[in-house]
Nanobody, 126 residues
């Protein structure tokens, strides 16, 4: 069983930056696929970014809406994945969720992830 705990959310002005962290416990997730999703009020949860191991290297995939502004990275020594968010916009306001799955490969669908965190609120003011 894997427990994921997100942190780093908060209130920021448009154009600002935040870095979210997600620390896993219970298992070492170095080879797991890690992902970030978000859910805005009244909307469905949507994919943001994912990082996975492929052919010994790291593969990352981003939603078009965040490409060039967000960066996903991982620190295996800390069993942690990060989401660096720059040039934030009011439409980025949402609860951000971390997820992971042991089966590998890049995953952009909610039902592909076995474990989820509780989420952290990000609010971007205009």
């Amino acid at each position: 069983q894997v427990e994921l705990v997100e942190s780093g959310g908060g209130l920021v002005q448009a154009g600002g930056s935040l870095r979210l962290s997600c620390t896993a416990s219970g298992r070492t997730v170095n080879t797991y696929t890690m992902g970030w999703f978000r859910q805005a009020p009244g909307k469905e949860r949507e994919f943001v970014a994912t990082t996975s191991i492929k052919w010994g290297g790291i593969q990352t995939v981003y939603a078009d809406s965040v490409k060039g502004r967000f960066t996903i990275s991982r620190n295996n020594a800390r069993n942690t994945v990060y989401l660096q968010m720059n040039s934030l916009k009011p439409e980025d306001t949402a609860v951000y969720y971390c997820a992971c799955d042991p089966s590998g490969g890049h995953k952009i669908n909610i039902n592909e992830y076995a474990y989820w965190g509780q989420g952290t609120q990000v609010t971007v003011s205009s």
